[in-house]
C-alpha cells in the first residue's frame, strides 16, 4: 500500500479531538475538494507492506490510530491493515469521503464519512447509501463553506433521519467561513450536531504537516 506519513498527534477532528493519535496518511484520491488542506497525499508516498505500517504504528505507542489520506479506501489493503492493527489492540478510525462503499472494513472499526458539500465541487459523487450502515459510534462529517452548504447538510441530515442514530459533525471550513456564524444556525434550528473545529489549525500552523 502507498502511504504518505504516519505520525503521532492530536487527533485534530471527530468526536475524537484532542485525543492522542497516531495517523496513517495513505497516498492517492479520487476526488479535488476545493477546501482540500492535504493535497500533498494526492502523489509520491512511499510504497510499505502492511507488516511494515504495523511495525510504523507500533513504535509510536499510541493506542488510538486514524487511517486518512489522500482516500484510504482506494488502497487494496486497507481492511486488512485495520483488522491487524484491530488485532493487535488498538482503536482504529477512518476517515474517508462518501465516495465508496466501506464493506471491505471489519465491523469494529470507527467510521467517520465526510460527505462532501455542494462547496467542495464534488457532491455528485457521493454514494448516500453509505449513510445507511453508519452507527452510534460513527459518525458524518459536513465542511461548511457558507449557508446554502449549512441548508443542504440539513436536508441530508433530516432526509435521512440522521440524527440520533449517528454522530454529526459539522467543520466550518477553516479561513473561508467565521464559526460563529455556524454556532448561530446550530442554536437556531436546534440541530443535533457537533461543532467540529480542526483543533490541530489552531494549536498549530494551518499548513503545517507531520502535526
Same mark, same amino acid.
Given at each position: 500500500?502507498?502511504?504518505?506519513e504516519?505520525?503521532? @498527534?492530536? &487527533?485534530?477532528? *471527530?468526536?475524537?479531538a484532542?485525543?492522542?493519535?497516531t495517523?496513517?496518511? *495513505?497516498?492517492?484520491?479520487?476526488?479535488?475538494?476545493?477546501?482540500?488542506? @492535504?493535497?500533498?497525499?494526492?502523489?509520491?508516498?512511499?510504497?510499505?507492506?502492511?507488516?511494515?505500517?504495523?511495525?510504523?504504528?507500533?513504535?509510536?505507542?499510541?493506542?488510538?490510530?486514524?487511517l486518512?489520506?489522500?482516500?484510504?479506501?482506494? &488502497?487494496?489493503?486497507?481492511g486488512?491493515?485495520?483488522?491487524?492493527?484491530l488485532?493487535?489492540?488498538?482503536?482504529?478510525?477512518?476517515? *474517508? @469521503?462518501?465516495?465508496?462503499?466501506?464493506?471491505r472494513?471489519?465491523?469494529?472499526v470507527?467510521?467517520?464519512?465526510?460527505?462532501k458539500? +455542494? #462547496?467542495? #465541487?464534488?457532491?455528485g !459523487?457521493?454514494?448516500?447509501?453509505?449513510?445507511?450502515?453508519?452507527?452510534? &459510534?460513527?459518525?458524518?462529517?459536513?465542511?461548511?463553506?457558507?449557508e446554502?452548504?449549512?441548508?443542504?447538510?440539513?436536508?441530508?441530515?433530516?432526509?435521512?433521519? =440522521?440524527?440520533?442514530? *449517528?454522530?454529526?459533525? =459539522?467543520?466550518p @471550513?477553516?479561513?473561508q467561513?467565521?464559526?460563529?456564524? =455556524?454556532?448561530?444556525? %446550530?442554536? !437556531?434550528?436546534?440541530?443535533?450536531?457537533?461543532?467540529?473545529?480542526?483543533?490541530?489549525?489552531?494549536?498549530? +500552523? +494551518?499548513?503545517?504537516?507531520? %502535526?
Open positions: 500500500m502507498r502511504i504518505t504516519i505520525y503521532r @498527534s492530536i &487527533q485534530g477532528e *471527530t468526536q475524537y484532542g485525543l492522542p493519535c495517523l496513517v496518511r *495513505t497516498t492517492g484520491c479520487d476526488l479535488r475538494c476545493g477546501y482540500c488542506d @492535504s493535497a500533498f497525499a494526492f502523489q509520491g508516498g512511499e510504497e510499505m507492506s502492511v507488516a511494515e505500517v504495523v511495525a510504523a504504528v507500533d513504535k509510536l505507542a499510541v493506542p488510538l490510530v486514524l486518512t489520506g489522500g482516500e484510504p479506501m482506494l &488502497q487494496r489493503e486497507i486488512d491493515l485495520a483488522a491487524r492493527l488485532t493487535d489492540g488498538y482503536r482504529v478510525m477512518i476517515e *474517508t @469521503s462518501g465516495a465508496h462503499p466501506l464493506d472494513l471489519p465491523p469494529e470507527v467510521r467517520i464519512v465526510d460527505m458539500t +455542494p #462547496g467542495s #465541487g464534488e457532491t !459523487r457521493m454514494r448516500l447509501e453509505v449513510l445507511e450502515g453508519l452507527r452510534a &459510534q460513527d459518525a458524518v462529517k459536513f465542511v461548511i463553506c457558507n446554502d452548504d449549512y441548508r443542504w447538510a440539513v436536508d441530508l441530515i433530516r432526509n435521512r433521519g =440522521l440524527a440520533g442514530r *449517528t454522530e454529526i459533525l =459539522l467543520s @471550513s477553516h479561513g467561513m467565521d464559526p460563529r456564524d =455556524l454556532v448561530a444556525w %446550530i442554536l !437556531r434550528d436546534h440541530l443535533a450536531a457537533r461543532l467540529n473545529l480542526q483543533l490541530h489549525k489552531y494549536v498549530w +500552523p +494551518p499548513d503545517a504537516r507531520g %502535526i
